[in-house]
């Protein structure tokens, strides 16, 4: 019998008829976020990393020595190599299809995977071929081996025709991929040539024996249309040119490399490069296998383990107690690093590889660094000690300020001219503490009697908070919600800001699940943008994520966030017996503090989305922030007509 609020089939329908089975490409197509971390800029690009990742691979095991990439002015691009070439001949387990077939319409199938063919790569999961195949409306493959030319082509995951050889090659070798990103999937997104240009570059930093060649038929003004990379000195070079003659504590940096094999007996390798510099942020970026690893993992650990250990031992050595004090928070204040690993079979966090989890690399990774830091702080006494000095001071004003807030919280009533609507934690110290911005009273009543008095605070929000992008700067001062905003928060605003002097370590954004509710989160995340961005970047501000339905059959309850999440469990069943109840929340208003705090507050069962900003260049975001929120509507209707085709469904 069909459910009577959804439409749907009810839970006695669903039987063996109920259950799709997708092919390789079909999913690839119908669920891209899981392959390449969905449809939008980064993704797109993600495409051709995965591309360029499979010749490096060549490059690294010793079979190619240069890798060309051309961008072509009807948006395809081209990766190219010299390697060995993609085996063409019939697979063992299926002669009916050609290796390079399997390659690029089979998911999980690859030359990376028995350690046969190389030692290390980037390609681990054999999906990047397959899945860049899936998402591009025209690909084609030619290789060359053995003095003859291949080619195959696909349109969207399926081969247009067999495997053909196409003629003699007797001065070639290699593989060469084009492709073109498919207009269904990405919409009007077209390829960057800085940004490819970019990801270019930093392949050739990253193994010093290959040449990366550069070509583009797409002029934007600032990147050059041909250029060659190659750069003897690797990640050295590449924090010289990133520092651009920036003043260091150190004449040189710290940079090396160490083989595993010598070291360890296994296959890989480590090379990283550090200094400090008073004059930026420090920062640092992390590769395993040529794969950028942007959210850090073991390798970083390992690299910061061997850092710290070795600045503390030598403190100790020259008799400087305070160094005892020096943390990883002083070490990344203006330290300047590039970490780079090769290992076997690496184990990262999701397909996109963005986080390194094996955690031998952790391992190898500190012994391999510490001996040769310890021998360098030895052999530099001038720059060590400027380093150390640099460091000790980091420490002493970090412990200094924590002090500081710790005393400004116990007394915070005294001190502080709160907001009166502000409903604080009893914690006397920032760590651990979140702040939950929430929409309305009636939603804040809820809250407080579901938050953890301890480490969670609110303030309630009346309203739709000022545009900062669209009023008069004069009417920041005086808008009564950003005063109890800034004033909760303990900080300044724009140039006045300074995180050491925010009251929570979570701020969190806690809206209803409607339009109104995103359009309120919309403006305080362009508030929390324009004058308080060193909090997004420090990785403070989060959207907490409410539930739009409650279902519920019998003593069993699910919550789901939206639509198609409750009609997939309306389809499925609940296994409780009797029928399924939906009830939708108007707001957060109309949950009760169980209904809140389990699906909304608690950190055991909660989901929080991390607002963090992605550009390629500086000012990126920025401007399309402007375009969107700014005081030009003209902008924001431009936009609309550029991208009302993406939208599927408007719920009115």
Request: proline content about 4%; overall charge negative.
């Amino acid at each position: 019998m069909n459910d009577l609020l959804s439409g749907q089939p009810g839970p006695s329908d669903y039987d063996a008829s109920s259950i799709q089975v997708l092919e390789d490409m079909e999913h690839v197509r119908l669920r891209p976020g899981m392959y390449i971390g969905g449809k939008d800029d980064r993704a797109l690009h993600h495409m051709v990393a995965e591309i360029i990742d499979n010749s490096m691979d060549e490059a690294v095991a010793g079979h190619a020595t240069w890798i060309e990439v051309e961008l072509h002015e009807n948006g395809h691009v081209t990766v190219r190599d010299n390697g060995r070439g993609i085996p063409i001949d019939p697979h063992p387990k299926d002669p009916s299809k050609t290796a390079l077939e399997i390659i690029f319409c089979t998911l999980n199938a690859g030359g990376k995977f028995s350690g046969d063919s190389y030692e290390t790569s980037g390609g681990l999961h054999g999906v990047g071929s397959s899945v860049v195949n899936a998402l591009s409306d025209h690909l084609r493959v030619e290789v060359a081996r053995n003095r003859e030319l291949y080619m195959m082509e696909f349109s969207r995951g399926i081969p247009q025709a067999p495997l053909a050889k196409v003629g003699a090659a007797p001065n070639r070798r290699g593989t060469s991929v084009t492709f073109h990103p498919d207009p269904e999937i990405f919409g009007s997104l077209k390829l960057k040539p800085a940004r490819l240009f970019k990801m270019s570059r930093s392949k050739a930093y990253l193994f010093s024996g290959v040449e990366i060649r550069w070509k583009s038929a797409i002029a934007d003004g600032e990147t050059p249309q041909e250029a060659t990379f190659k750069f003897p000195g690797g990640l050295a070079d590449y924090l010289g040119e990133t520092l651009n003659g920036a003043t260091t504590y150190a004449e040189r940096p710290f940079a090396g490399t160490v083989d595993f094999k010598d070291k360890y007996n296994v296959p890989g390798k480590v090379e990283w490069a550090i200094n400090w510099t008073p004059s930026r942020d420090g920062f640092i970026q992390s590769y395993c296998n040529t794969v950028p690893t942007p959210e850090g993992g073991t390798h970083e650990a390992g690299f910061w383990a061997a850092i710290i250990k070795g600045i503390k031992a030598y403190g100790e050595l020259v008799g400087n107690r305070k160094a005892a004090q020096i943390n990883r928070d002083d070490l990344a204040a203006g330290g300047c690093a590039l970490v780079s690993c090769f290992i076997r079979e690496p184990e990262f966090v999701g397909q996109t590889k963005d986080r390194l989890a094996t955690t031998d690399a952790a391992r190898m990774v500190e012994g391999a660094v510490r001996d040769h830091f310890d021998n360098w702080l030895a052999a530099d006494t001038k720059s060590a000690g400027a380093i150390l000095d640099f460091l000790v001071l980091r420490a002493e004003e970090r412990l200094r300020r924590r002090q500081e807030k710790e005393t400004q919280r116990k007394t915070a009533t005294k001190k502080l001219r709160l907001p009166g609507k502000l409903v604080d934690c009893s914690s006397n110290t920032r760590d651990g503490t979140e702040l939950f911005i929430v929409e309305g009273d009636s939603a804040g009543g809820s809250a407080k009697m579901g938050r953890n008095r301890v480490n969670q605070a609110l303030l309630p929000l009346r309203g739709k908070i000022l545009n900062v992008l669209g009023a008069a700067s004069s009417k920041l001062g005086t808008n009564a919600e950003i005063s109890d905003l800034t004033q909760a928060l303990g900080v300044g605003l724009g140039s006045k800001f300074n995180l050491d002097d925010l009251r929570y370590d979570k701020i969190i954004i806690m809206t209803d699940a409607d339009v109104d509710g995103a359009h309120i989160a919309a403006l305080l995340m362009t508030f929390f943008f324009s004058q308080m961005r060193p909090m997004i970047d420090a990785g403070h501000l989060y959207l907490a994520c409410p539930p739009l339905f409650r279902l519920t059959q019998g003593a069993r309850r699910v919550y789901c966030l939206d639509e198609a999440e409750r009609d997939e469990w309306l389809e499925k069943g609940l296994g409780g017996k009797g029928k399924i109840d939906v009830s939708r929340f108007k707001g957060l208003g109309e949950m009760d503090a169980k209904d809140l705090k389990e699906t909304t507050m608690d950190p055991k069962s909660r989901k929080l989305i991390r607002v963090t900003i992605d550009e390629d260049e500086p000012g990126e975001t920025g401007d399309l922030v402007e375009r969107l929120m700014g005081k030009k509507p003209e902008l924001r209707f431009q936009y609309i007509q550029e991208n009302a085709r993406f939208v599927v469904e408007l719920d009115v």
